[in-house]
């Protein structure tokens, strides 16, 4: 397998000329022209940052150039992040975008995104001309049902802290490195009222889909990866294969190679054509099936 080069970007943006985007250009083909070159792009999810999960394994090993990169306010990026600002993740996706087509030529062929980076990407990909190009799509821990935060372990932290004292300050480790970031209720508002449902009827009917999620995953409920599969399964002619993994939380912990190797195999069998929508499973075995 090619080893991928890396090159470290950084991206003027647009909307904001005191923040840079910050990310890493893996090319298994470096002095070779890249123009009409298919790229992938590897998005993080909340608080998370380019190397973070398996993010970085997954660019050395799959067999496309790709792009990863810090979000707006998340780790070497400049700016400020907040919760609740999902449309300003979708103006830093489409920076890159426009980045990279105009200064290598890329076309974007496969999106990966987690968690926060799941539900921007699915929304750029149903509603931008870029997005509508795209050939396959990866969610891993994407959030349908928004409302359910609140429910969610960290989200009962906030609440009881906007309870008390009307924000949480959320104190996170990111790249070692510890953040300490405001949370109000007008950020739960913001992010719960982002809206899903449009992939029901608005998600390209030609992209390849696979979601990923862990069954033990806390943080959004395996029951939104169900939903997303009802959604994407009556499509044609992309297909979607619904991927659970026994022993995932929300971050996939100590079983980022498995997540690694559950894309990579769906890749394969895309790129040989053998996809059909279904089910697959991790973690099972004979031995823990009995009735």
């Not at 802290?161 to 109000?184: I, M």
Request: net charge neutral.
């Amino acid at each position: 397998m090619t080893t991928p080069v890396q090159t470290k970007l950084s991206i003027p943006h647009p909307h904001d000329p005191s923040c840079n985007l910050i990310g890493l250009l893996e090319q298994l083909a470096p002095n070779e022209s890249t123009k009409g070159r298919k790229i992938a792009l590897i998005l993080h999810g909340t608080l998370g940052h380019k190397d973070y999960l398996f993010q970085k394994r997954l660019a050395a090993k799959i067999p496309l150039d790709s792009f990863r990169f810090d979000f707006r306010g998340n780790h070497e990026s400049g700016g400020t992040w907040k919760q609740g600002a999902l449309h300003e993740d979708l103006e830093d996706l489409q920076a890159v975008v426009d980045y990279l087509k105009a200064h290598y030529g890329y076309v974007v062929e496969l999106v990966v995104g987690h968690s926060r980076g799941s539900i921007i990407a699915f929304r750029w990909i149903a509603t931008s001309e870029d997005g509508k190009k795209v050939g396959a799509y990866v969610n891993a821990s994407g959030r349908y049902r928004m409302e359910k935060i609140r429910d969610s372990p960290q989200g009962k932290v906030w609440m009881d802290s906007f309870a008390k004292q009307g924000y949480h300050s959320w104190d996170v480790t990111v790249a070692r490195k510890l953040l300490r970031a405001k949370v109000t209720p007008e950020d739960v508002s913001s992010f719960v009222a982002w809206d899903t449902s449009f992939v029901w009827d608005q998600f390209p009917q030609h992209i390849d889909v696979l979601t990923v999620h862990g069954l033990q995953d806390a943080t959004v409920p395996p029951y939104d990866a169900v939903i997303y599969a009802q959604a994407l399964s009556r499509r044609t002619p992309g297909t979607h294969t619904l991927h659970f993994i026994e022993r995932g939380d929300h971050n996939f912990t100590g079983i980022q190679d498995e997540v690694v190797d559950a894309i990579l195999r769906w890749w394969d069998v895309r790129e040989k054509r053998g996809l059909t929508t279904g089910l697959s499973v991790t973690d099972i075995h004979p031995g823990n099936c009995k009735l």
